[in-house]
C-alpha cells in the first residue's frame, strides 16, 4: 500500500471549469497529503454514523477537499458535504496519521462563504442567526419575548402540537432547544482571591453562556477565586468569533478576535480562562485567524498561548478548597471542542473524580457528537435531532442522577432530545459541580427542586 | 501507478459490452431506491475510487448505497441481467485494494446494511448485517459476558462483511483462529441475483463447505448480505505484558523459547525500533525507551493458568535478554499497550512522507533470517523498513518507508517491497496472510501457485459466477474462460468403446 | 482380455501397485472392480488421468473405517488407495506445522509428533483412521470444543482432479489468505471432488496435565443444563461430553480439563461447583475419558450425526427418550454438548420403519442444524434421505458439475446425489 503523495496523487486529473479554491488560504495541499485514507475516522464521524456514505466522513470530505485543491471546480457536491460537517474534530481524535481536519475544513470553510453562491433562503438563514448569536445585547432582547412565550404556557401547547415542527424545522430546533431564561445579573468585573493568591486570571464570559448561563459564569469565579485565583472580567469583551469562525465566516471572526485581544490585553492576566469549549477551541487557534494581520498577529499569539479551559487551570493549579461530599451519579459528557479540539479529557475528569462520594460514569459512544455543534443543530435541524435522540439515549443508559458537561450548546441539545423523549435527567457544568461541592451546598443543589 | 490491474473486464469474458449497460443500470436503482442512495454525481462517486489501499484509484461508473438484503438482491440480478460488473464494499479499509471500483460497474457499498439482528449468548451466536462494524459486535455481546474473537487492527471500522470477504484475522488469530473460523453461516447474494443460505446455525452443516471457500474469496464469489457468527466466552483472566528488548533478535529468541515451551499466548506482537518511533509519536503509548523491539504478549484463559503462563513468559523474556517488562493491570494499560500497536501502520505517516504496508507470511522460524534479509534490502536498496509483526504466527508486516518526492524513490520502495514478498515464498510462506491479494497482489499469485493451482480454484469461481461479473480482475491475474471443460466427454462411454462394458 | 488391459493401464501408472477387487473392496455393498494404490500425488495424477481416459468411477479410500458412511455410490469401478501416500513429509517443531501424506493414520502421526510434545488435536472416532479419511469425511470427537474440527487443522492440501490435474491450495504457514480455500471445499466432500493426496496441519502442543470429570445426573435435562454451563463458563474445557445410554433416565456429563497441574487444581473446584445438582461427581481415568469419543456403532446400527445449537441439546436428548419409549428403538447418544454435535446410535436393524421414523424426529429437532445419517443398514436408507435438507445445494451441484464434469467420483454418495 502506498500512502501520502505518492503514486496515488497522480489520478487527479483537474476537470474544466473554474477551480474551487483561490490563492487566499486555500487548505494546504501537505496537510491533505497526510491522510493515508485509513477510515479509522469513519465510526467516530457524526455524520457518517447517520449516513453511513463516504461523502459524509472525514475521509470523504478530505477527498472532496483534495479534488478541489487539484483544480476541481466549486461543486454543489463539495458545498453540500463540507456544510453538513458538525466540525466536532473527533476524527482528529481519531486518526492515528495525525491529520489536522480542523486545518482543513476551516480554510475551505472561508473558501465556500467567499466564492459560492447560495441559495437566497439559506442565506437568508444564515445571515439571521448570525446577525443574532454572536452579539449578547440582541441575545438579551430576544430574552423577554422569550421568557413570556415560556410563562404563558404557549411554549408547552406548541411543543405538543408539533406544529413548529412541520412549519419550519430551524425554527422549531431553535425553540426546542431554548433553555429556561433566569434572569441575569451583570457579571461584577474583579473577583477578588480567597487566602493567599496563587493567580491572576481573566474570564470570558461568552455570549450564550453569559444570557443563558450567567449562574455557570458565577460559579466559575467562585471556583477559580476559591482556589486563590484573583478573576479579571474585562467588561469591554465581546463574542469570541467561534461560531463565525467554524462557519468559515473568517472575515467575521478576525473582527471579533481582534475586539477580544483588545479587550484582555494589558490586564495583566496570566490565563485567559473560559468555560465554554467551543470558545475555548477558537480562541486557542487567534494565531493562525490573525496571521496576516500585522498589527495584530503576535499579539494574537501570545494572547492564544494563554487561553486555557478553567478545568486546565484548575488541574494545574491543584485543589486547595476543601472539597465536600456531592453523592451523585455523574454522567461526564465530553464537549466535542473540548475533548477533540483541544484535546482536554483527564483535567475535567479529575476534578469531578476528587469531589467525594461523587460516581463518574462513561456514556457509550462518547467520541461522537450530540448534533449541537455551535450552529450546525439549527442549520441542519434533522439529523441534528438524531444525533441529539442518541446522544441522549446513551445518557439514559447510563442511569446517572446528573448530565454534567462544559458546553453550553451540549446542554441545550441534550436537554431538548431529553425533553422529545419524555426523560429528564438534570444537567450541571463541571464548575456548578465543584462550586457545589466547595461551597458544600450538597447534591440537592445540582437538580431541580 | 496511474495504471491499474483491473482494468475493463475483456468483452471475451463478459461476452458482453458493459458501457452501455450502466446507464440502464443507473435507471433501474433509482427506480428501486430513489436518487438519494443511488449515486451517479461525479464529484461524489470520486469519493469512492478507493479503499484503504490509495495507490489505486478507479472511479466506478455507478455507486449504490444498499440499505438491505432485498436491495442487493435486486440490484445483483439486474447486473446479471445487464452483464454489468459489480463490486462490494463495506467501510473501505481494505488494504489490498479488494474493494477497488471497476471503471465500468456499479460499486455496491453495505456500510448502511449495519443492524445487529440477534445476539444470543446462550447459543453464543449473534446475526450481523455485513455493514455491521466488527467492535459493535463484541460491543453488543460483551454484556452477557461474550466477545466476537477476529480483531483486525482496524476492528473500530471495519466491517463484518469485508472480514467475511478478507478472511480478516487479528492479533489474537494465534490462538483463536481467523474470520472463517467463527462464521457459521451466511445469506448471500450469489452472482446471477439467487439469495443463498450457507451453513446453518449449528456446526458441520452437510454439503460441501461452500462458506469455507466463500469466506476469503473476496467478493468474487457474490455479497454476503448477512452472517451468523459465533461469539467466545470472555477469559477469565487477561494479562498483556510488554516486553522491551535491545534488537529484534533477543526478541525472536523470546518467542521461540515461549512457543517451544507449549505455551499458547493470545498474541505475540513484534515491533521494532522504528515503528515503535512512528507508534509513539502517534499516539504517545509510553514503550520502554530505547528498546530495539517490543514484543507485546497476551495471555488468556483461567486465572489460575495465566498464572502460570505469565510466570513462564516473563522468564523467558528475561532469559531472551529483555531490559524492561511491564504487566498492565487494568482495562486502561492494556488499552495503551495495544494502542501503540494497533495505530503502527497509520502512524508511520509521522515518520515518513510516503510508505507500503506489505504483508506477508513465514514459517515462524525463519524469523531472525528473514529479518536479517530484509535489512539488508533495505540497506542496500536506501530506503527504510519499519516492522510489525505477529511474531507467533510468523506474519510480517514490513512498512516501506520512502519520499515519493524524490527521484526513483517510489520505484526503489516497490521494488522492496516485493523482493519482501519473494523472500517469503523463499521460506515456503505466503504473499498475504491477512490483507488478501484483491487488487495489489493478483501479479504475484503465479509466484505462489501453478497454473493448475490457479485453475483449479477458478473452477470454484466458474460454479459461482461464471459470467466473471463478482469483483472481476481481483485475486486472479487472468480470469478462466468457464464452460471449458477439458476431458469432458460425451456420447458412448468409454468403457464400452474399450469393450470392457461388453465383457461383464 | 480387455479387462486385464485397465487393469494393466492402471497399474502402469502406480508402479504395479494395481490389483482386481476382492470381495471384502466393496463401497457400502457396492461393488469395485479394481483396487490402486498411488504412492505419490504424481502416481495419483497419472492413474487418475488414466483412469478418467477410461471413464471410470473412482471412489478414494483410506483405511475403509468409514467407507460405509454416505449414501452408497451409483458405481465404483476403481477404488483409489492411499495406503501408500502415508508419510510425514516436513515436521518442523518450531513452526507448530506438519506436512502428511493423506495416507498416514493419525495414530502414527501422533506417535511421532509426541516426541515434541506435540500433537495433531483430532479425536477419532473411528480409530485407525488415516487424515485423509478424517478430513473427506470432516469426523471429530470431544476434543473439538477447544480445538476444533478437521477443518480448523488443515492449512494447506494437494489433491488431484478427476481429470489427473495435480492441485494445491493454501500454504505451509499458519497464516495465508491467498487464493480460494480449497482445503475447506474438499474436506467433508466425501472424496466427490477429487483425491486428498497431501495435507498441512496445523499442530498444538501436548497439555502438560490433563483430568476428566465425570458427573451423572439422575434425569437427561438437569444433564444438558449443566453441560451448557459448563461450555459457557470461564473454565475454557477442552471437552464437554454427554452420554445417554439406551434406557437411561439419567445422563452423564463429562468434562475434559487440560493445562498445568496447579491450575488443573483451581479448575477441576470450579467445574465441580458448575455441575451441581449431579448425584455422584469423580474424575475418571484419562484413558478411559479418552476412549469416549470411539463411536459405539455395530454395523448393523444406524448412526446418525446430530448438530444443533446449544440450547437445542436438551431437546435431542428428549427425542430420543420420546422415540425409544415410542418406537421401541434401543438408542445410545453421545457427543460433544459444548459444540453442540451428537451422534445417535440407533439399534434396531429389524425395525427399519422404527428407525426411519426416529431419524425424522431427530431432524425435526434439529432447528437451525442438521441430522445426517452416517451410517445404516440398506432398509434403513431406502426409507430416509441420508444427508436432509441441505442449504446451497444448486451451488454445490455447480462446483460438482466444474470438478468432476462427468459425474465420477463417488457418484451418489453425496447430499442430493451428488
Not at chain 2, 484509484?57 to 459489480?86: K, Q, S, Y
Not at chain 2, 462494524?133 to 471500522?157: C, K, M, R, W
Not at chain 3, 495435507?199 to 451448557?228: F, G
Request: glycine share 10%; proline share 7%.
Amino acid at each position: 500500500m502506498t500512502a501520502g503523495n505518492g503514486p496515488g496523487a497522480d489520478v487527479f486529473a483537474p476537470p474544466p471549469g473554474e477551480r474551487a479554491f483561490d490563492d487566499q488560504h486555500p487548505p494546504r495541499q501537505d496537510l491533505l497529503d497526510d491522510c493515508v485514507h485509513c477510515g479509522f475516522c469513519l465510526t467516530t464521524c457524526p455524520t457518517y454514523v447517520l449516513w453511513g456514505e463516504e461523502m459524509d466522513s472525514p475521509r470523504g470530505r478530505i477527498h472532496l477537499v483534495e479534488q478541489g485543491a487539484h483544480g476541481a471546480p466549486m461543486s454543489d457536491s463539495l458545498v453540500t458535504h463540507i456544510d453538513r460537517c458538525l466540525g466536532c474534530m473527533a476524527c482528529v481524535t481519531s486518526c492515528p496519521s495525525g491529520v489536522q481536519y480542523d486545518h482543513i475544513l476551516e480554510p475551505t470553510r472561508a473558501q465556500i462563504e467567499r466564492r459560492y453562491e447560495r441559495d437566497p433562503g439559506d442565506r437568508l438563514l444564515r445571515e439571521a442567526i448570525f446577525a443574532m448569536f454572536p452579539y449578547p445585547r440582541r441575545l438579551r432582547a430576544l430574552r423577554l419575548p422569550l421568557l413570556a412565550y415560556q410563562r404563558s404556557g404557549l411554549q408547552r401547547l406548541l411543543r405538543r402540537s408539533g406544529v413548529l415542527q412541520r412549519l419550519s424545522p430551524t425554527l422549531a430546533t431553535m425553540e426546542a432547544v431554548a433553555p429556561p431564561v433566569q434572569h441575569a445579573r451583570p457579571a461584577p468585573s474583579f473577583v477578588p482571591a480567597q487566602g493567599a493568591r496563587r493567580a491572576v486570571v481573566g474570564m470570558l464570559t461568552g455570549c450564550v453562556q453569559r444570557e443563558f448561563f450567567p449562574h455557570v459564569n458565577a460559579a466559575t469565579s467562585r471556583v477559580l477565586a476559591a482556589e486563590g485565583c484573583d478573576v479579571v472580567i474585562p467588561p469591554t469583551q465581546q463574542c469570541c468569533g467561534a461560531l463565525s469562525m467554524h462557519t468559515g465566516r473568517r472575515a467575521e471572526a478576525q473582527r471579533f478576535a481582534r475586539a477580544l485581544v483588545d479587550a484582555f490585553e494589558g490586564s495583566g492576566v496570566e490565563y485567559a480562562v473560559v468555560n465554554s469549549a467551543g470558545c475555548g477551541s477558537s480562541m486557542k487557534e487567534y494565531a493562525e485567524l490573525l496571521q496576516d494581520d500585522p498589527a495584530y498577529a503576535d499579539r494574537a499569539a501570545a494572547f492564544a498561548d494563554r487561553v486555557r479551559d478553567v478545568t486546565e487551570v484548575l488541574v494545574e493549579l491543584g485543589p486547595v478548597a476543601p472539597r465536600h461530599p456531592v453523592p451523585l451519579a455523574v454522567a461526564y459528557h465530553d464537549a466535542c471542542h473540548l475533548a477533540h479540539a483541544q484535546g482536554v479529557r483527564t483535567p475535567p475528569r479529575e476534578l469531578l473524580d476528587q469531589i467525594p462520594g461523587l460516581e463518574l460514569r462513561e456514556i457509550n459512544e462518547a467520541a461522537v457528537c450530540c448534533g449541537s455543534a455551535g450552529v450546525w443543530n439549527l442549520l441542519n435541524p434533522e439529523p441534528a435531532n438524531e444525533l441529539g435522540d442518541r446522544k441522549a439515549g446513551n445518557v439514559l443508559r447510563t442511569g446517572a442522577d446528573l448530565l454534567v458537561t462544559a458546553n453550553p450548546g451540549c446542554l441545550l441539545q441534550i436537554s431538548s432530545a431529553l425533553r422529545r423523549a419524555d426523560k429528564q435527567v438534570p444537567t450541571a457544568h463541571t464548575v456548578q459541580v465543584l462550586d457545589a461541592s466547595i461551597a458544600g451546598r450538597g447534591p440537592e443543589s445540582l437538580l431541580p427542586a | 501507478m496511474t495504471t491499474h490491474p483491473t482494468g475493463p473486464v475483456p468483452a471475451e469474458v463478459t461476452g458482453h459490452d458493459t458501457a452501455g449497460s450502466v446507464q440502464e443500470l443507473a435507471r433501474r436503482c433509482r427506480a428501486l431506491l430513489g436518487d438519494e442512495a443511488v449515486i451517479t454525481d461525479e464529484a461524489r462517486r470520486r469519493t469512492y475510487e478507493c479503499d484503504g489501499l490509495a495507490a489505486y484509484t478507479v472511479v466506478p461508473a455507478l455507486v449504490v448505497l444498499a440499505a438491505d438484503t432485498n436491495i442487493v438482491r435486486e440490484v445483483v440480478a439486474h447486473c446479471h441481467e445487464l452483464g454489468v460488473p459489480f463490486v462490494a464494499r463495506g467501510s473501505g479499509t481494505g488494504l489490498s485494494g479488494g474493494a477497488l471500483p471497476h471503471a465500468e460497474g456499479v460499486l455496491i457499498v453495505t456500510s448502511r446494511m449495519r443492524e445487529i439482528l440477534d445476539v444470543d449468548p446462550r447459543a453464543q451466536r449473534a446475526v450481523v448485517q455485513p455493514g455491521v462494524i466488527n467492535l459493535d459486535v463484541t460491543a453488543a455481546a460483551a454484556p452477557h459476558g461474550y466477545y466476537y474473537a477476529p480483531d483486525p487492527s482496524s476492528q473500530q471500522i471495519c466491517s463484518i462483511g469485508g472480514n467475511v470477504a478478507e478472511n480478516s484475522g487479528g492479533a489474537h488469530c494465534l490462538k483463536y483462529g481467523f474470520t472463517t473460523n467463527h462464521v457459521l453461516s451466511v445469506q448471500m447474494v450469489a452472482p446471477d441475483g439467487a439469495l443463498t443460505r450457507l451453513g446453518t446455525t449449528a456446526p458441520d452443516a452437510p454439503g460441501y463447505d461452500l462458506l469455507g471457500a466463500v469466506v476469503g474469496s473476496e467478493g468474487t464469489l457474490g455479497i454476503v448480505t448477512e452472517a451468523t457468527v459465533r461469539l467466545t466466552r470472555a477469559p477469565e483472566a487477561v494479562v498483556t505484558l510488554l516486553a522491551g528488548f535491545r534488537s529484534t533478535d533477543d526478541a525472536g529468541t523470546a518467542v521461540s523459547a515461549i512457543i517451544g515451551a507449549g505455551v499458547v499466548p493470545a498474541a505475540i506482537e513484534m515491533m521494532d525500533r522504528l515503528s515503535i518511533e512512528a507508534a509513539e509519536k502517534a499516539v504517545a503509548c509510553g514503550y520502554p525507551a530505547g528498546a530495539g523491539a517490543v514484543l507485546v504478549v497476551e495471555l488468556d484463559g483461567p486465572a489460575a493458568e495465566v498464572e502460570t503462563q505469565v510466570g513462564e513468559v516473563r522468564e523467558h523474556c528475561d532469559a531472551a535478554g529483555a531490559f524492561e517488562i511491564r504487566q498492565a493491570v487494568d482495562d486502561a494499560q492494556r488499552a495503551l499497550i495495544w494502542k501503540g500497536r494497533k495505530s503502527a501502520f497509520a502512524a508511520v505517516g509521522r515518520i515518513s512522507p510516503d510508505y507500503i504496508v506489505q504483508d506477508g507470511v513465514i514459517p515462524r522460524t525463519a524469523l531472525p533470517e528473514v529479518l536479517r534479509r530484509i535489512d539488508a534490502l533495505a540497506r542496500d536498496n536506501g530506503v527504510r523498513v519499519a516492522n510489525v509483526f505477529h511474531a507467533g504466527d510468523g506474519n510480517l508486516h514490513p512498512l516501506v518507508l520512502f519520499d515519493g518526492s524524490e527521484e526513483g524513490a517510489t520505484e526503489r520502495a516497490e521494488d522492496v517491497s516485493g523482493q519482501i514478498l519473494r523472500l517469503c515464498l523463499e521460506h515456503g510462506g505466503s504473499i498475504t496472510g491477512e490483507h488478501g491479494v484483491g487488487a495489489d497482489k493478483a501479479a504475484y499469485m503465479p509466484q505462489m501457485f501453478s497454473d493448475d493451482d490457479l485453475d483449479t480454484m477458478q473452477l470454484v469461481r466458474c460454479a459461482f459466477d461464471p459470467r466473471y461479473l463478482s469483483n472481476p480482475g481481483k485475486v486472479f491475474p487472468t480470469p478462466r474462460l468457464c464452460g471449458e471443460r477439458p476431458g469432458r466427454r460425451s456420447g458412448t462411454h468409454p468403457l464400452q468403446d474399450a469393450g470392457v462394458a461388453e465383457i461383464f | 482380455m480387455i479387462a486385464t488391459g485397465v487393469l494393466d493401464d492402471l497399474a502402469a501408472t502406480v508402479g504395479g501397485h494395481a490389483q482386481e477387487a476382492g470381495s471384502q473392496d466393496g463401497v457400502a455393498g457396492v461393488p469395485a472392480r479394481w483396487v490402486a494404490a498411488p504412492g505419490s500425488a504424481e502416481e495419483a495424477s497419472a492413474l487418475l488421468h488414466t483412469a478418467a481416459g477410461l471413464g471410470l468411477t473412482v471412489v478414494p479410500r483410506g483405511r475403509g473405517t468409514a467407507l460405509g458412511w454416505g449414501s452408497p455410490p451409483r458405481s465404483a469401478d476403481l477404488l483409489v488407495s492411499t495406503e501408500r501416500m502415508d508419510r510425514m513429509v516436513e515436521h518442523n517443531p518450531g513452526d507448530l506445522v506438519c506436512v502428511v501424506e493423506a495416507g498416514a493414520t493419525i495414530d502414527a502421526m501422533n506417535e511421532q509428533l509426541a516426541q515434541h510434545r506435540q500433537q495433531l488435536a483430532l479425536d477419532q472416532p473411528l480409530p485407525g483412521a488415516t487424515i485423509g479419511g478424517t478430513v473427506s469425511t470432516t469426523r471429530s470427537g470431544p476434543r473439538r470444543l477447544l480445538y476444533g474440527t478437521p477443518r480448523d487443522q488443515v492449512l494447506g492440501v494437494t489433491m488431484v482432479r478427476p481429470d489427473g490435474t495435480v492441485a494445491t491450495a493454501g500454504s505451509k504457514v499458519v497464516k495465508n489468505v491467498a487464493g480460494y480455500d480449497l482445503a475447506k471445499l474438499l474436506g467433508g466432500a466425501y472424496g466427490t471432488l477429487g483425491l486428498i493426496c497431501r495435507l498441512v496441519v496445523r499442530l498444538h502442543p501436548l497439555p502438560r496435565a490433563r483430568m476428566w470429570l465425570r458427573a451423572w445426573y439422575t434425569d437427561a435435562e438437569t444433564a444438558a443444563a449443566a453441560a451448557l454451563r459448563a461450555a459457557g463458563s470461564q473454565l475454557a474445557p477442552s471437552a464437554v461430553e454427554i452420554r445417554r445410554t439406551v434406557s437411561a433416565a439419567g445422563a452423564d456429563v463429562f468434562v475434559l480439563l487440560e493445562g498445568t497441574r496447579t491450575g488443573i487444581d483451581g479448575r477441576s473446584r470450579q467445574a465441580l461447583e458448575l455441575l451441581a445438582g449431579a448425584t455422584e461427581t469423580t474424575d475418571i481415568d484419562p484413558e478411559d475419558g479418552d476412549r469416549l469419543g470411539v463411536l459405539q456403532a455395530g454395523p448393523e446400527d444406524t448412526l446418525v450425526k446430530v448438530a444443533v445449537p446449544l440450547p437445542g441439546v436438551a431437546a435431542v436428548l428428549h427425542t430420543v427418550q420420546a422415540a425409544e419409549s415410542r418406537y421401541g428403538v434401543p438408542c445410545h447418544l453421545q457427543g460433544s454438548a459444548g459444540a453442540g454435535v451428537l451422534h445417535v446410535v440407533v439399534q434396531a436393524r429389524e425395525r427399519p420403519d422404527a428407525v426411519a421414523r426416529t431419524v425424522t424426529d431427530l431432524r425435526r429437532a434439529a432447528v437451525g442444524g442438521s441430522a445426517v445419517v452416517l451410517q445404516a443398514p440398506a432398509p434403513v436408507r431406502t426409507l430416509v434421505d441420508a444427508w436432509g435438507p441441505v442449504n446451497g445445494l444448486a451451488l454445490m451441484r455447480r462446483v460438482k458439475d466444474e470438478f468432476d464434469p462427468d459425474h465420477r467420483f463417488a457418484p451418489g454418495r453425496f447430499v442430493g446425489g451428488i
